[in-house]
Structure formats: C-alpha cells, structure tokens
C-alpha cells in the first residue's frame, strides 16, 4: 500500500467517523435496540425465561447478550462509536465556530452590506467624527460595547451578544461524554448488592447483585430495629430501620434509614429496601372450646409446648412461615387432647375462615404475632455519581446556551456626504431571527435619537447667553 | 368530591373549547376565535382551581400531599400542562391557528382521566417510595416537556397536511391553505421542541436522582427510564436530522410525531404493557 492511499483510507474513515449519517445511524439503532430490553425481561432467572420462551428461543437470546442487554458488547459497542462520532463531530465543528473567537468579523466587505438580510439605512445632520461619541454611547446602551474602526474617514462600529451560545453544543456533547465517563467508573470502581440483617444481629458483607459474590464492607452494620407503618386502608406508611455502623466493634453512628433517606458512610450508602419476618418470638391465640363455645387468649411461645387453660390439652407451635403457598404467615400447630393421637394442622393469620373447618374440640385462629424482622437493604457504592451529576449540570447549561442564548452581531458603518451622516446598520443573529428583528429596530432607533438630542442640547446651550 | 365534578366539568368545556377551535378554522370567523380563546382561558382557571382544591381536599383527608401522584393527577396535570402552553402561545403568537390542534389533547388526556375503567379519581395517600420533594420537580418538567411535545406533534400534522395540499396542488380556498406558512410552521416544530427537549432532560435527571435516593441507583435500566431514553433519542435525531437540508421538513415533522407516540408509550404503554419499578404513573 502506497503512502498516499493509506492517508485517504485514514481521512475517508475519519470523514465517515464525524459525518452527521453515522450520528443519526447511531440514535436510530440506539433507540430501535433500546426497545428489545425493554420488552425481554433483563438478567432475570433462567425458569422464568424458559416460562416463556422455548429453550432454542432463550439460548439464541443469551448467546447474543438479549438477556443482558444494556450491558452486552455490541451495546457498549454502540455507545463506544457514538462516544467517537460526537467527538470527531465536535473537533470537526469547534474549527469553524472558533472563528468567532478569534477571528472576529468586525466589518463587513462591501458586497456583504448589500447582501445581508436584516439593515437599515438613515441619515443624519452633520458629519459623524463630530459625534462619534454619541454614536457609541447609544450602542453600548442599546446593545452592547461597540469596537470602532476607521478607514478613510469612515467608521466602522462592531458590537456582538451572546458569542458563548455558538459553544452550547459542545458542553452538551462534552456533558454526554461525562456522564458515560461517570457511568464507566461507577461499573468499574462500584458494586451494588444487598443485604438481610434480622433484627439484633449485623453483618460485614453484602452479596453482589451480579455475581452473588459476597463483597467485604470494611465495617459491620447492625440492625437495631425495624419498624412498618400501614395507613388506615392497608397500605404502607413507612419502612424504618435502624441502622448502626460499627467499627472494630465500636459504635460509630446510629441512625435511622427510609425509604428516600438513605445512610451513606464512607462512600458506601444503605438504602430501604423490603422487609420480612425472620421468626417469630411470641404469639397470642384465640383458642375457641366447640365443646363449650367458649374463646379464651392463651399467649405462646415457639416451640414450647402450652397448656390450654381450664383443660387437660395442650399445643404446640412447631414452625412458622411467613408466607405459605401466598397465603401470609402460617403457623403449624400440634394439638394433643386426651385419649385421641396428636394432631398435627396449619391455621393462617389472614385466613381464619379456614380454622372452623378443622376437626377436633379446639379451633385455633391467630390473634397476633410478635414478629422479629428482617430488613432487606440495598448497599451500594458508586464514586462515580457526582461524575454524572456534573455532567447532567454541564448538559443543563449547554441546553440554556444552544436553545436561549443566540449570537447576535451588529455592524454600523458611518460615512460622511454633503455634511450629513449615512447611517447604515446590519444585524445578524444565528437563531430567533424575528426577535432580534425588533433588536436592530430598537437600536436604529436609539442611533438616531442620542446625537440628534446632544446636537439639540449643544445648539441650546450655545444660544443662551 | 367537589374538585372531581369540576373536573368533569372541565372535560366537557375543553370538548366545547376543540369544537370552537375546529370551527374557527372552517369558517374563518374572528368572532369565532375570540369565544373560543375566552372560553379556554375559563376552562383553564377552572382546571387550575379543580387541582387547587383536590389539592386542599387532600389536606382535609389527612393525606395531605400535591396533586401529582398517580395516573389520574398526572392525566390531569398533563392536561393543564398543553392549556396552559398552548395559551402561552396563543397569547405570544396572537394566533389561533393551532388551537384546533392543541385542545383535542387537552380534551383527551383529562377525559381519558375521567373515563378510563382503570383509573381510579381517589385520593391515597403517598406510598414511601414517592414521599420526597424530588416528586414535584420530577413531575413538573416532564409533563411540561410532554405537553410541548403534544403542541409539537399537533404543529407537525399541520405541517405535513399543508405539505401534502401543496404537493397535491389542491386549491387555495381548501382548510391547509389557512395554515401558516410551511417555513413558519417548521420554526415552530422546532420552538417547542427546543422547549421539550431540555424539560424532558430535566425530568430525567430529577428522575435520575431520585431514583439515587430511592432505590439507591441513578440509572437501572427500568422500562420507563429505558423509555424515557428512547424518545430522548428521537428527539436528539429530530435536532440532528435538521442540519441535512434533505431531511429538514417532511422528515423532521415525521420525527416530531414519532417521537410524540414514544412520549405517550413511555407514559402509558410502559404502565400498561410492560412491568417494572414505575407503577404509579
């Protein structure tokens, strides 16, 4: 390969890289690819898949990442290219608009001034070097400070607004690059798992979210207490737990978490999560006698067996489950009466309907149960974040930039003829042309009226004696 | 509940206010446009008084909290939300050209609200996922940037309509003949987007960070984000795709009414369709 062929495959790849196509080729296969994550279910578990689908079907779709799919190669493929594609475009662009930097057009050529769109044209008494000052006084007010020039007895003035908009548009490119920087030290540097902590004990470690590895926190945290409060219809109020961190056993902070107030210490953050019951310490019965139809509480404790008072039977809790079969809490029960073999059933705290079809004397229903919590908390850390909010930030001032601010540059060209002023004024604006429309009118105004007024108050003074 | 009926109410003066409108543009009669620009400015106090007050009604409940929190706040909220911006531009414009277009959605997000077998106009109170401040921020710029994506979507058909009497060569007395002038039209497609699109920025982002105080991750993938993602991306081609001179116009409008159908499947089908972390609405 010759050298001349090679530096045209560079620069056509480096054209085919910042070309506008590949941009909007990108978004499109971007936006197109999105939607498959969002209707195949992600890293769910394999039964659920193959629920589903048939085993060929989610084989086919783990093998091309489907089932991961946000972080599959050929995604961050993607990502990776529109990352290069924003750059090369904004290299490409950042050439021309740095033009108005440090090349500023500060006159303009004759065939421009007749060319240009938005101008005006007066004329006024006297001759422009004798009020000058006047002229830039009324621009400065109107507009902005003007820069003059002279060329052979004609004045050029350059007045621009809003230059710092034409780089909108690389702070919002920038600001995506951030954000996906962010993004790539949160995955790199983070980890994301959970945690169960019942009630009364702590742990040092959570298990990753991706792998089930467990991941050593450096401290322990203890759960306190956990708390749940329901609204009057049932529905959750609020999920507390409190929180201890302990360092080398000593006490370091207590502090309560919520669901929306996490705890952060040392980069790592504890957020509510789920709750459930661990076990079950202590429960009150109803214990209705169909011989007599009489309900008596009798209190109990797990394991032990109780007597039933006023009789010669006794029970048992063998075991509990906090959710039988999505019946709720369940509790198996051994029941022992005189002269029958012990009986062994599961009463049910949201279903006691279900208690009066047991046989025997005794129908058990649960009057309440005294529960030790576990509480499920999410454990994170993730030293990229405050990347992605900086990003987010620079992103929110590109859009201000791009969107509401627009470069707007006026020229005034003052020449002398016959002892009067040709005014001619010309406007630019790269976005809302309407709007400075009425601008240039206003400062057309304002370059008429200041010297005409000073030449009024000069000519008054004069006249007095 | 008295907020509820005025509410109802409300659905039939923007019914009332979309009939006006419609036929302001078939007869051309500015006494027609005047009734129908007065009368949506009532029905919006009134729409704005209705949330007041649910708002007031929640207080006396003991639940007290913003009218923002599930499907049929929002369905309202998104309602006002195209009032309100499309008689901001009325009133900027002084034009009432696209009233036909803009009130019809209006109309139909809060009579949707109304009708709908599956949402339910009760007060609840805030489940603990939604009680922080981050709602009311979250909330407001997103329906914001739907609601200028709908006066987008809206302008956009009214673009592609005039486009297509133009290409047609159909005679200057037909309906789009009335419209603005295409270039004029196409600013405007590009206003309310450039409005929508930082919004809808904003709402993400909000959303991003409460989602960091929540379930303690800014981004994880959720079908709604996911969604929210994929219509940003229109959008972002709609931006792009209008340096080509080949596909500033019929394209362009086209982009602009897709990406409105992902604003509404981000808004509904994510709840309907598809499951995931953001079942309020």
């Known amino acids: 390969m010759s050298k001349k062929e090679e530096k045209g495959f560079f620069s056509s790849l480096w054209d085919s890289l910042s070309s506008l196509r590949l941009t909007i080729a990108l978004l499109i296969i971007l936006a197109v690819v999105s939607i498959f ?15 589903v689908y048939k085993t060929s079907t989610y084989k086919i779709l783990k093998i ?8 599959a190669g050929w995604f961050v493929f993607f990502l990776a290219l529109l990352s290069l594609n924003l750059v090369a475009c904004s290299l490409k662009r950042l050439r021309i608009s740095w033009r108005f930097f440090s090349h500023p057009e500060e006159s303009l050529e004759e065939a421009q ?87 009364g004990q702590s742990t040092d470690r959570v298990i990753l979210r991706s792998q089930g590895q467990a991941q050593a926190l450096g401290f322990s945290v203890r759960l306190d207490k956990f708390n749940v409060s329901f609204y009057p219809s049932g529905a959750p109020q609020e999920f507390k737990s409190l929180l201890t961190i302990l360092e080398g056993g000593r006490k370091v902070i207590t502090e309560p978490i919520r669901v929306n107030h996490p705890l952060t210490y040392k980069g790592i953050s504890f957020y509510q999560s789920s709750y459930g019951i661990a076990s079950v310490e202590k429960v009150v019965l109803a214990i ?63 279903h006691p309907e279900l208690a009066e079809k047991r046989p025997g004397r005794y129908q058990f229903t649960i009057k309440k149960i005294e529960p030790r919590y576990y509480s ?12 992605v909010w900086v990003g987010c930030f620079l992103m929110m001032a590109g859009f201000y930039m791009t969107f509401f601010l627009s470069h707007r540059r006026v020229w005034v060209r003052l020449t002398e003829k016959g002892g009067r ?40 003074s004069e006249d007095q004696p | 509940m008295i907020s509820t009926k005025m509410l109802s109410s409300v659905t039939f003066l923007y019914l009332l206010c979309t009939v006006l409108y419609f036929n302001y543009l078939a007869f051309r009669s500015e006494r027609l446009g005047k009734i129908a620009g007065g009368l949506s400015w009532i029905t919006l106090l009134l729409h704005t008084a209705a949330i007041l007050l649910r708002w007031v009604e929640s207080y006396q409940l003991g639940i007290g909290h913003a009218p923002l929190s599930n499907m049929y706040e929002s369905l309202v909220f998104f309602s006002w939300c195209i009032a309100v911006l499309y008689l901001l531009w009325e009133w900027k414009l002084n034009s009432r050209i696209l009233g036909a277009f803009a009130m019809p959605f209006a109309f139909l997000f809060i009579a949707y609200a109304s009708l709908a077998p599956g949402v339910s106009d009760r007060i609840d109170p805030l489940i603990p996922a939604l009680q922080s401040n981050w709602l009311h921020a979250h909330v407001i710029t997103c329906f914001l940037s739907y609601a200028s994506f709908a006066l987008s979507c809206g302008i956009s058909i009214l673009y592609l309509l005039k486009l297509r009497q133009k290409e047609k060569g159909q ?6 003949a009335l ?89 509904f089908g994510v709840n309907y369709v598809l499951s995931g972390l953001h079942s309020y609405a």
């Not at chain 1, 969002?38 to 394999?46: D, F, L, R, S």
């Not at chain 1, 797990?302 to 369940?330: H, K, N, V, Y």
């Not at chain 1, 994170?380 to 405050?386: I, M």
């Open chain 2, 171 to 176: 005679k200057e007395a037909s309906l789009p």
């Open chain 1, 288 to 350: 209705k006698d169909r011989d007599s139809q009489k309900e008596i509480t009798v209190p109990a404790q797990m394991g032990t067996r109780t007597e039933i008072p006023g009789s010669s039977s006794a029970f048992l809790l063998a075991q509990f489950l906090p959710d039988f079969q999505g019946m709720g809490p369940a509790f198996q029960v051994i029941s022992f009466e005189p002269n029958r073999p012990h009986e062994n059933l599961w009463i049910f705290q949201n």
């Open chain 1, 64 to 71: 091309l990442g489907f089932l991961d799919m946000y972080h």
């Open chain 1, 113 to 199: 001034w007749k060319t240009i769109p938005l101008s005006r044209k007066f004329s006024q008494k006297g001759p422009p070097a004798a009020s000058l000052r006047q002229y830039r006084e009324a621009l400065t007010s109107a507009f902005s400070k003007p820069k003059v020039l002279e060329d052979h007895q004609v004045y050029h003035l350059f007045a621009e607004k809003g230059k710092f908009s034409r780089l909108g548009v690389y702070f919002i490119h920038l600001s995506v690059l951030v954000i996906l920087a962010g993004a790539l030290i949160g995955s790199f540097l983070g980890f994301r798992g959970n945690a169960n902590i019942v009630e």
């Open chain 2, 179 to 267: 419209f603005p002038p295409l270039d004029s039209l196409d600013a405007l497609i590009y206003k309310t987007i450039a409005v929508g699109f930082p919004l809808l920025t904003i709402g993400i982002v909000t959303g991003a960070a409460w989602a960091n105080y929540a379930w303690g991750s800014y981004w994880s993938w959720d079908p709604k984000e996911t969604w929210s993602l994929i219509t940003w991306f229109v959008y972002a081609i709609f931006l792009h795709a209008r340096f080509a001179r080949e596909w500033r116009g019929k394209c362009t409008a086209a982009l602009s009414i897709i990406g409105f159908a992902a604003v509404i499947f981000t808004y």
């Open chain 1, 421 to 460: 002023t040709w005014m001619e004024i010309a406007g630019s604006s790269h976005r809302d042309r309407s709007g400075f429309e009425k601008e240039i009118e206003k400062i057309g105004q304002a370059l008429k009226e200041k010297p005409r007024k000073a030449r009024k108050e000069s000519e008054e």
């Open chain 1, 37 to 51: 994550g969002t209707v195949i279910p992600q890293n769910a578990a394999p039964e659920e898949y193959l629920r």
């Open chain 1, 376 to 387: 499920g908390l999410q454990v994170t850390k993730d030293p990229g974040v405050w990347v």
